[in-house]
């Protein structure tokens, strides 16, 4: 059962990359404004280590561990 403090992201269109290992790979896009929610920072677990990415003052993106 997932935590009920996971929200849903809708996905945006899909962006066309480079070809890995013969095959066309799809990098999935989605709107900052989806993942954040009007909050300046969001949480990522990504291989049981938690990330946070941060929305800066003049509106760049960082990314810490």
Known sequence: ????NLVKIKQGPVIPAEKSAGKPVTIPQFDSEELF????EIRINH??????????????????K
Not at 1 to 4: L, R
Not at 47 to 64: D, E, Q
């Open 47 to 64: 291989k049981g280590a938690v990330y946070t990415l941060r929305i800066t003052r003049t509106g760049g993106l960082i990314l810490n």
């Open 37 to 40: 929610h009007a909050t300046p």
């Open 1 to 4: 059962m997932a935590p009920s």
